[in-house]
């Protein structure tokens, strides 16, 4: 089988039946925006997609502006969703409500396999988005045979590239690399069986976890890792733990293994590149790089190149090689901004601030601490000369144009940014300001 | 205490009075737990808590999930649709958590 959904296997003969469907559902497009949540329906339009030559676009926000550039970059493309309450700007495909194998009486007179597509390694498979610093998405390809390549590679390392066929439930939306490859791809590529949920409360972690058949693995981020921890629900039987996204503390890691009584795997990785290096956070440091990667190492960044990445990346961490394939992290470069796993840049946030009408100057930093929530999670900061508008219709227009995680906290509404003589807002001066928010002129 | 809901929809004065507090007590909790710049008081019952209103997002709703279980024994489940129900605003969440507590 290929899926589970509330526990009850979806077979493979019914995959590729719902794919073969969905396929015959298509307008002409070349472009489908993928925007499912559940994520055997994602999976399904993947698998349409790949079968008809077409390309799937992953949306990098939830921010209704991202479809908006999504259809500007193509013109041509739908968006298949299986929600009915978003208001799109692009042609809305909705995904069937009902799955060929749910009612056994309707289903077609031949009940044998219908046949596999095949695909060609070198078809595009999709197009993944990152924040350029120009406040439009920046878009990477993802051809077929480089992303199976990399998932092979990465099953291997993980321990799930052997015959057995593991349950896998993830935490992550499949739009995400990180959810694209290790709750999607991996099943795909590896023989694997997903699992239709993303459970967000760590009861309804625990309980999806424990519906399913072992060996189950459970992929997901340290701020859920930290929640489910902290929750006090008892801890199901897992086999493996992946975390990814952001860099997990150690006692977090030590604390996960002893309470689930099993390995976590850490994956280090980028929209640009998919996964690269992973380490056991438990037993050591280091990362060790996926085969044929190799990093080059410069001021502003580390570049990444070989192996399965498609174009040469600067990856905007500071690393340090340990050897010829591994590294340490040592963290990250300051435009970057990683709130929860989703990933900004302080230039990005700020175009997308200043473009709002009454905005006169704006900007995000980091403020000097972090916001004090139990979850650890640093909040973005951001400094406002807007004498006409107010924190909520400033928040709601960003709203339109941000992902919600990216709404600064603090907002502070100023006369007049502090600027040096060269016109650069220093870093100190707009933390101060954070600090004694009382020194700003009220808005 | 499981007497508790059904007192909320028939109230006498005292359910209701404790309803209230209850309702003061959750407000100060999220407050304190986000680091947030309101007061407690400012949170209305029926604003909305997600997304437009008090601001909240997902990782605002996972912390205040994991007060909430250490305070009152409720463990927050997303069963189709609840989970904006729960959060759609205070006067809900306090709905909830009189429901379910078992601390």
Redo the contacts between chains.
């Keep these: 089988m290929i899926a589970y959904r509330a526990g009850a296997p979806v077979l493979v003969s019914e995959f590729l039946a719902d794919a073969q469907r969905l396929v015959r559902s298509f307008p002409a497009c070349t472009h489908i925006v993928n925007a499912c949540t559940d994520r055997y329906h994602f999976t399904v339009g993947l698998a349409a997609a790949l079968a008809s030559g077409r390309v799937s676009l992953l949306p990098s926000s939830q921010a209704p502006q991202m479809m908006h550039q999504l259809g500007a970059f193509a013109p041509d493309a739908i968006c298949l969703t299986d929600e009915m309450d978003t208001s799109l700007a692009l042609p809305r495909l909705l995904y069937p409500r009902e799955s060929l194998g749910a009612n056994p009486d309707d289903a077609p007179a031949t009940a044998a396999m219908p046949a596999v597509p095949l695909v060609d390694a070198t078809q595009l498979a999709a197009y993944v988005f990152t924040s350029g610093s120009t406040g439009t998405p920046l878009p990477y390809r993802k051809t077929l045979g480089p992303l199976l390549d990399c998932m092979r590679e990465g099953a291997r390392r993980l321990g799930l590239g052997g015959r057995k066929r593991w349950a896998i439930l993830a935490t992550v939306p499949p739009q995400h690399m990180y959810g694209f490859e290790m709750s999607v791809l991996l099943a795909l590529a590896c023989g694997h069986a997903l699992c239709a949920e993303r459970?967000?409360?760590?009861?309804?972690i625990a309980?999806a976890l424990a519906r399913l058949p072992r060996p189950r693995a459970l992929i997901t981020t340290p701020?859920?890792l930290r929640?489910l921890l902290?929750?006090?629900?008892e801890p199901p039987a897992v086999d493996l733990l992946v975390s990814s996204t952001a860099p997990l503390a150690q006692q977090l890691a030590a604390e996960a293994e002893r309470s689930f009584d099993t390995r976590l795997l850490e994956i280090y990785g980028s929209t640009e590149t998919g996964q690269i290096a992973m380490r056991r956070p438990t037993h050591t440091a280091a990362w060790q790089l996926w085969s044929g990667v190799s990093l080059e190492l410069e001021a502003d960044g580390s570049w990444a190149r070989g192996g399965h990445i498609e174009q040469p990346t600067l990856l905007p961490d500071v690393l340090e090689m340990t050897g010829a394939e591994s590294f340490l992290l040592h963290g990250r470069v300051s435009d970057l901004v990683n709130?929860?796993g989703k990933r900004s840049s302080l230039a990005y946030l700020n175009h997308q601030l200043n473009s709002i009408p009454g905005v006169e100057d704006g900007a995000f930093f980091h403020a000097a601490e972090p916001?004090?929530?139990?979850?650890g999670?640093a909040r973005v900061a951001a400094c406002v000369v807007a004498p006409g508008l107010d924190a909520a219709r400033l928040?709601?227009a960003l709203?339109e144009r941000v992902d919600?995680?990216f709404?600064p906290?603090?907002l502070l509404f100023v006369a007049r940014l502090p600027r040096n003589d060269t016109g650069k807002l220093p870093l100190a001066a707009l933390q101060s300001l954070a600090a004694h928010p009382n020194s700003a002129t009220p808005a | 205490m499981s007497d508790q809901a059904a007192s909320l929809r028939h109230p006498p004065a005292t359910a209701n009075a404790d309803a209230d507090a209850l309702s003061a007590e959750i407000a100060g909790l999220i407050v304190q737990a986000l680091n947030l710049e309101v007061a407690p008081t400012q949170i209305a019952p029926d604003q909305p808590l997600y997304g437009e209103g008090l601001g909240l997002d997902s990782i605002d709703i996972l912390e205040i999930a994991l007060v909430v279980s250490k305070k009152y024994g409720v463990q927050l489940r997303a069963d189709s649709g609840e989970n904006t129900r729960i959060f759609g605003s205070l006067r809900q969440l306090v709905d909830y958590i009189i429901a379910h507590r078992t601390k």
């Design positions: 459970p967000f409360y760590p009861a309804d309980a701020v859920h929640a902290g929750s006090g629900v709130i929860a916001s004090g929530s139990h979850t999670v928040l709601a709203r919600a995680v709404l906290r603090p």
